[in-house]
T-cell receptor
Framework: GNSVTQMEGPVTLSEEAFLTINCTYTATGYPSLFWYVQYPGEGLQLLLKATKADDKGSNKGFEATYRKETTSFHLEKGSVQVSDSAVYFCALAREAGTALIFGKGTTLSVSS | EAGVTQFPSHSVIEKGQTVTLRCDPISGHDNLYWYRRVMGKEIKFLLHFVKESKQDESGMPNNRFLAERTGGTYSTLKVQPAELEDSGVYFC?????????????FGPGTRLTVL
């Protein structure tokens, strides 16, 4: 079936460190891929998305590339800030439907 | 433009009681989704409305859950009777289109605790 696997957290980094959160997926067809972020006390916000192989989504210094050959969509940021502390969710939308399928989420904590 | 709103933000009820959650989507969004996250688990899809019609309710766990969207505007999700395993955060989302690439905008969620 369709599924998303994220690296287990929490991830603890110092400010200005490099961030990678791994995400791999299993899906039939050609899903769209998303990263959502949930800041403390808030709802989920779309961070970035990619709809086809080799697309790169980017926003707020975060990037992720849709790699069909490795079925991955890893999230990266070159220099994290304290304000990036949040829970990050990788998700896919199946080709045939519209329900999002989420990973378990990865908690990121950045200290100054 | 107002985002997706949900009410209440928190609800604490006893096992066996009834709770109704409400979601107001972004104005003009025909598509409305319900999801929930049980502690430590993935966010799971519950159902999808297109206007007032249920497009996909494959994620509804059992018949204790009833979702409605009368008039194609706001939606309610009723749990009756509530069980302990229903505790979690219930998210609502809306989107304008329903292609797989369309962005779903999420509300802040309702945290439900069943004691």
């Amino acid at each position: 079936g369709n599924s998303v696997t994220q690296m287990e957290g929490p991830v603890t980094l110092s400010e200005e460190a490099f961030l990678t959160i791994n995400c791999t997926y299993t899906a039939t067809g050609y899903p769209s891929l998303f990263w959502y972020v949930q800041y403390p006390g808030e709802g989920l916000q779309l961070l970035l998305k990619a709809t086809k192989a080799d697309d790169k989504g980017s926003n707020k210094g975060f990037e992720a590339t849709y790699r069909k050959e490795t079925t991955s969509f890893h999230l990266e940021k070159g220099s994290v800030q304290v304000s990036d502390s949040a829970v990050y969710f990788c998700a896919l939308a199946r080709e045939a439907g519209t329900a999002l399928i989420f990973g378990k989420g990865t908690t990121l904590s950045v200290s100054s | 433009e107002a985002g997706v709103t949900q009410f209440p933000s928190h609800s604490v009820i006893e096992k066996g009681q009834t709770v109704t959650l409400r979601c107001d989507p972004i104005s003009g969004h025909d598509n409305l989704y319900w999801y929930r996250r049980v502690m430590g688990k993935e966010i799971k899809f519950l159902l999808h409305f297109v206007k007032e019609s249920k497009q996909d309710e494959s994620g509804m766990p059992n018949n204790r859950f009833l979702a409605e969207r009368t008039g194609g505007t706001y939606s309610t999700l009723k749990v009756q009777p509530a069980e302990l395993e229903d505790s979690g955060v219930y998210f609502c989302a809306s989107s304008q289109g329903y292609a797989r690439s369309d962005t779903q905008y999420f509300g802040p969620g309702t945290r439900l605790t069943v004691l």
